[in-house]
C-alpha cells in the first residue's frame, strides 16, 4: 500500500511504494521541483590553487560531507556553467561538500589557452582531487571533461568514488579527426589548426590548433580496456550532434568494473542542460550518494 512518507532529503512528501534503487526510481521518488528550493545560502568564495611551475588554478570549493562532488567541464568551458551551478545548489541542500573549478587557461585560472592540451587539463583535474578536494569525490564530468574524468580515476583510484558521464567525450576530437580524409587530415596539419563547426561557439567554430590533436591522441582509452572499477553512470542525449551517443555504449563496453549504467534521453543534445536532463542528473548524484553511503556502513 503506498504511505505519504518525509522524502529523505527535501523538506516534502513524495509517495512510496517500497523502496525502489536506481536512478529511475529517485526520478519517481523526487520531483524536479524540489531541489531547487535550497536549505541554505552557504556562499562559497573564489579561490586559487598556487602550484610551482604550473598555472594558478581558480575554484569555489563548498564545504560539507563526503562522498563530494568535483565537476570537470567540457571543452573551453568554465566553472560557471548552468550544470556545475545546479549540482553545487543540489550539494548545499543536501550538506554535502561540492567543487568547480577552471582549467588553466580559461575562466579565472592562470595560464595560456593556446598552450593548453588534454594532457595539462588531465594534470589539472588530478591536482583538484590531490591538493582541494578532501575524502571520497564523485566525479561528474561533462563532455570532454567525462575524457577527463576517467583518466582521473584511473591515477587515483583510492580517491574516486564514482563517476558520471555527461555526453562522455572520450577519444572524441581524436576520432573525430581521424574521420577525415586523408587529404583534410594533411591540409590541417600544414595549416596547424583545425577550424571545426560548432553550434555552441559565437563565432560558430572552434579553432583547434593541430598540436593539441596531436597531444591528445596519447590520452586515448577506447582501444583497450578501462581500468575503473568505481559505479559509473553514463548520461547521454540521443539528439547529440557533437558526440554520437554510442561512444558512451563503446566507453560502458571498455570499463572493467561491472557497476556501469548508461542512460539516454531521446530528445536531449550535447549539452543536456534543460530543466528534465539536470533533474535527471542531481536524481542520479543522490542515488549514488545512497548506494556509497550503504557501502559504507
Known amino acids: 500500500m503506498a504511505a505519504w512518507v518525509p522524502c529523505r532529503r527535501w523538506a516534502w512528501a513524495a509517495v512510496s511504494f517500497g523502496r525502489p534503487r536506481g536512478p529511475i526510481a529517485s526520478l519517481a521518488r523526487k520531483p524536479p521541483r524540489a531541489w531547487w528550493l535550497p536549505a541554505c545560502r552557504q556562499k562559497v568564495s573564489l579561490c586559487f590553487l598556487n602550484r610551482p611551475d604550473l598555472p594558478s588554478l581558480a575554484y569555489k570549493k563548498l564545504k560539507g560531507k563526503t562522498p563530494g562532488i568535483i565537476f570537470i567541464p567540457g ?40 598552450e593548453c592540451t588534454v594532457g595539462k587539463w588531465r594534470k589539472d583535474v588530478l591536482s583538484i582531487l590531490d591538493d582541494v578536494a578532501e575524502g571520497p569525490q564523485i566525479l561528474v564530468g561533462s563532455s570532454l571533461g567525462g575524457w577527463l574524468m576517467l583518466h582521473a580515476a584511473i591515477a ?17 576530437l581524436v576520432t573525430q579527426f581521424r574521420a577525415l580524409s586523408v587529404e583534410a587530415q594533411k591540409e590541417i596539419e600544414v595549416k596547424g589548426e583545425w577550424t571545426l563547426p560548432s553550434i555552441y561557439n559565437e563565432e560558430g567554430f572552434y579553432h583547434i590548433p593541430y598540436s593539441f590533436i596531436k597531444e591528445a591522441e596519447h590520452h586515448c582509452l577506447l582501444h583497450s ?41 531521446k530528445h536531449s543534445d550535447h549539452r543536456m542542460k534543460e530543466k528534465a536532463d539536470i533533474h535527471l542528473l542531481v536524481c542520479t548524484i543522490d542515488d549514488l550518494i545512497d548506494k556509497l553511503s550503504t557501502v559504507v556502513h
Open 156 to 172: 587515483r583510484p583510492e580517491k574516486v568514488a564514482a563517476l558520471i558521464g555527461i555526453a562522455t567525450a572520450a577519444d572524441g
Open 225 to 265: 580496456p578501462i581500468p575503473v572499477t568505481c559505479p559509473v553512470r553514463l548520461l547521454h542525449g540521443m539528439k547529440d550532434n557533437i558526440m554520437p551517443w554510442h561512444t558512451s555504449l563503446q566507453v560502458a563496453d571498455r570499463i572493467v568494473g561491472p557497476d556501469v549504467d548508461v542512460i539516454l534521453r
Open 75 to 114: 571543452y573551453l568551458s568554465d566553472m560557471n556553467g548552468k550544470k556545475a551551478l545546479a549540482i553545487e545548489e543540489f550539494c548545499k541542500s543536501l550538506g554535502h561538500a561540492c567543487i568547480r573549478f577552471d582549467y588553466s587557461g580559461i575562466g579565472n585560472s592562470d595560464g595560456n589557452l593556446a
